[in-house]
DNA sequence: GTTCTAGAAC
DNA sequence: GTTCTAGAAC
């Protein structure tokens, strides 16, 4: 951090040595043919500040080069005092990220967004010859196309101190003369800027844009001057009040409020509340188009809810349907009431599917999808809704599970960050269904046959629901048998969907191991690892530790600490055992409690001791279940996983799946037990996710980026029983 | 555990 | 074209 702050010692010569130049980075964000390179020379040409332009296309000795290099020519040159244009598409918040870490707290960033419509952009890349980056002709198209569906604007929540944006080229050439006359001396106010124009069609684009909701829930800060302006005219045409539960509603949801003054949930007044509860919202199965008995439907329906309710822990199950007249609704609500289902695990509910949350207030994790066959968009109701609202990032994460869907069937889909409902709705997961067809227009018509029709019915439920209770289960911990147990129970059943297949398997072997587990505790279990010559480093320091005296900070008759020599964190120190035969976790046995504590204490002070260097940090102390390294060593890692160590998957998921062991898991489940259950090593290829907010990220740079700035609480498991370690926690 | 690199993904 | 992953070698 300290090596980007910018040199306030020696400012450039200017000869006003009174005022400070205050240099800026300037983000522009737009699709190829947007017009960056231009505007930069624009300004360049005419602006009295110095100014860097940092273009990624060219950064490489004319070649293209990488995001590091641009942000360390950055860094050179605000050090010169030089204000800098980050010249680079830009176009998600990950690539921002970075750059907003750029300067002191005193440099202000600002964004310039070309946001002109895609054809222009690829018509002027498809024309153009000699670009920069090699980015010309039938390419360009490509590449444009393929970055529109990725497009996330700017927001003044991710550190921007003001933001312009330009949609068509005479906004374009405003902003040129702005920052064209931005002297060094001068500033400019804050804010956004941009989207003034009034007419229709222009103000369905900001409801649309209106819609879109920020995930922290502080989506009122960042509306633009316009935008608030048509928020604040909608409200006092319409009469009523923004409602308390959401953030700002469009005009559709407004007219929805004014007619539902209630939601309607048969559930106490807690299920609305913007809590963090897993839930799943799922629309009712083959009543719509498919035509299935609303009355054989709804018995169904309360008969699955009713089943799987005791086993979905503090999570919710939630019907949904569009309308308050819906019959399916009626029906269910008043048969759950009839067998005192729990109204805080189970409650139907008014409102789209696609908005609960931005409309609703009602936050659902997981969405279900009354899919067909194909796992197609289209056709019309909620599943033409989901694909909709979700956009193509749903499309092709669902090809990459599954092509097709059999009557009865799930298939699970994480939802990519991407997703405008992940980021407006907070979905994490979508889950396909199909149900039985009795509509003799559409494909596989039962013609009637409610015994088959009841049954394949039965049967999507229970996948859904299995399906969902696996999504909660795999974000937990894993911590007791029980909760292996019930992971055991919750094995989804969703064919066609290999690797979610693959991931439940793994989790009935691992379990079945643990199940075994009590059998062998008192056996010496033989591990027959052969280690390979790479794999004795640590060894090598407990047998002789006057020979790497340079890394050892610590020694005990029982453990000796060292740095880990790749760190993947800020901090990341390993307690080593140093008795004889313990290679690793497998190898503990009930008489190695008090050493486990003893690691786990020394473990501890280290964490307390960074922590009075640094409160900001947390920690995790645990043991790899599968480590690479032999010699039983306890990890004490920072959570924020800032290091250029940590480069692959296996790096990030060895300390972020349950392949951790959190050190006090380790210690209860060997004094339990008497020794530590072997786990599966499916976990180290699992999806990426962000450690705080479960988001998934598609590779290691755009997780590191979103990590680097993502500040959602941590997952409440981790919270309980000292698994994380922090100033808070520590009672300073 | 890391490094190297082919080839997939973008 | 570059970026990124994943597997082999160590």
Redesign the pocket.
Known sequence: MESMEIDREKPPSTGEEKNEINPIVLVLMGLPGSGKSTFCDEVMRISPRPWARVC?DTI?NG?????NQCLSIAVNALRDGKSVFIDRCNISREQRADFLKLGGPQTEKHAVVLDLPPKLCISRSVKRTGHEG?LQGGKAAAVVN?MVPKKELPKLSEGFNRITFCKDEKEVKEAINVYGSFGPLDSLPSGCFGQKNSDTKIQLGIMKFLKKVDPSGNAGSELTVSQKLITNEIEKDSGIQRAKIGSHPSGEALEKLEKDDEPDITSNSGAIAGDNIPTLAFPSISTADFQFNLEKASDIIVEKVEEFVSRIGKARLVLVDLSHGSKILSLVKNKAAQKNIDSSKFFTFVGDITQLRSQRGLQCNVIANAANWRLKPGGGGVNAAIFKAAGSSLEIATKERAVTLSPGKSVIVPLPSSSPLFAGEGVTHVIHVLGPNMNPQRPDCLKDDYVKGCKILREAYTSLFEGFVSIVKSQEVITKNDDLKAKREAVCESENNKKYKGFHEDFEHGVSSSMDGTKIQDKKVNTSKTW????QALHNVVTDPDKHKNVVLDMSDDVIVIND??P?AQRHVLVLARADGLDSIADVRREHVSLLKTMHDVGLKWAEKFLDENKSLSFRLGY?SA???RQLHLHVISQDFNSS?L?????WN?FNTPFFLDSVDVIKEVEDVGNIASKNDKFL?ME?RCHRCRSAH??????KSHISYCQAPFPSALLQNGRLVSSEGTGC
């Open positions: 990624q490489n070649k293209a080069g990488t995001k090699n393929q390979a010559p790479w794999t020599a790749y993947k790899h480590p690479s390294m160590h480069k692959n998957k296996k790096h060895s290829s990426l598609p590779n290691i740079p755009r997780l």
